[in-house]
């Protein structure tokens, strides 16, 4: 059993915690200081609730209180999501015992290395769900009115579909892969608001989908409704950006806080799309 807490007397008096700031999209990023009373049980997310609180950096020196996102506040929103002292996970879900366990001089902060930062610790994850609508990571449905009820879904079925359905969009999984790169537009002067979106949908289409959609793919497809779309799911895999460009690294799979296979998802993901070649391959 993991011992939450450090022993009594390590307990430090003050936190350090170092965060990597940005301004806004596109500028230098700098380095701050914080320094936080310790108190036990801390969570990350409550160590930049005290930053903020406190509105000053380990100099004295007051600063605008940096910026995250949060949502659920237990690890099913994903929104949380930034490097803690170089691993990228859920600052919910980062206990900071834990964390002056491992590293007792302090906590680095910093957003995600894949997603354009919007400021701070706060990062842009459109791609990310926009690699989702590329293969209709969803169930169809043509109507509104009571259908009854759906089709059973075996025993064996469920068991393969429930791990992947705990997906929650963080992003971990993308920001560990060396094919993800990331992908960061600035708005041209003569570009209209949607002309700009236009130009980035497209840019995000061409690139890597990423582990997470092709594992949604394979969860969607395997479902009784779901299973509707499947070729156009595989066709999408199948494009550029899709399956081909998984360099098959596994760091995906080593960093999901979730435990999803991802990488048997891609090798599912891999069988499909070569029977749905060979099927097109003969319909010609
Ligand atoms: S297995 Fe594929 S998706 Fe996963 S980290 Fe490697 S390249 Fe990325
Ligand atoms: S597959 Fe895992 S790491 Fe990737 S987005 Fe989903 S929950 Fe996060
Ligand atoms: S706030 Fe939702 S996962 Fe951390």
Same mark, same amino acid.
């Given at each position: 059993?993991?011992? +939450? %807490? =450090?022993?009594? $007397? ?9 965060? @990597? ?5 596109? &500028? ?80 680095? +902060? %910093? =957003?995600?290395? $894949? ?9 842009? @994850? ?5 690699? &989702? ?31 992947l ?49 092709i594992s949604q793919a394979m969860l969607?497809n395997n ?13 999408? &895999? ?27 998802s891609?090798?599912r993901a ?15």
């Amino acid at each position: 059993m993991i011992a +939450l %807490e =450090p022993n009594l $007397k390590n307990r430090p008096e003050w936190i350090n915690v170092r965060v @990597r700031r940005q301004d806004g999209p596109g &500028l230098e990023p700098y380095w701050e200081l914080h320094k936080i009373q310790y108190e036990p049980e801390l969570n990350v997310i409550s160590v930049l609730q005290r930053i903020a609180a406190q509105a000053t950096n380990s100099d004295g020196r007051k600063v605008a209180p940096v910026v995250w996102d949060c949502g659920c506040l237990e690890e099913v929103c994903g929104s949380c999501t930034m490097v803690i002292n170089g691993q990228v996970r859920q600052s919910c879900s980062a206990l900071v015992d834990k964390l002056l366990q491992d590293n007792p001089d302090e906590l680095v +902060l %910093e =957003p995600m290395n $894949k997603f354009p930062v919007v400021r701070d610790l706060m990062v842009d @994850r459109q791609r990310l769900f926009r690699a &989702l609508t590329r293969v209709k990571a969803w169930v169809p449905v043509d109507s509104y009115y009571d259908m009854g009820s759906g089709e059973r879904i075996l025993r064996d079925t469920q068991e393969q579909n429930y791990p992947l359905s705990q997906c929650m969009s963080c992003g971990c999984c993308l920001d560990a892969c060396p094919q993800y790169t990331k992908v960061e537009l600035t708005k041209k002067s003569d570009e209209t608001d949607e002309e700009f979106e236009a130009r980035k949908l497209a840019e995000f289409d061409k690139d890597f989908v990423g582990p997470h959609a092709i594992s949604q793919a394979m969860l969607f497809n395997n479902h009784p409704t779901g299973k509707s779309l499947a070729g156009e799911r595989l066709e999408a &895999l199948m494009g550029p950006g899709g399956i081909a460009a998984c360099g098959n690294a596994q760091n995906c799979v080593a960093v999901c806080p979730k435990e999803i296979p991802l990488t048997t998802s891609i090798a599912r993901a891999g069988r499909a799309t070569t029977v749905q070649a060979i099927k097109k391959w003969f319909e010609k």
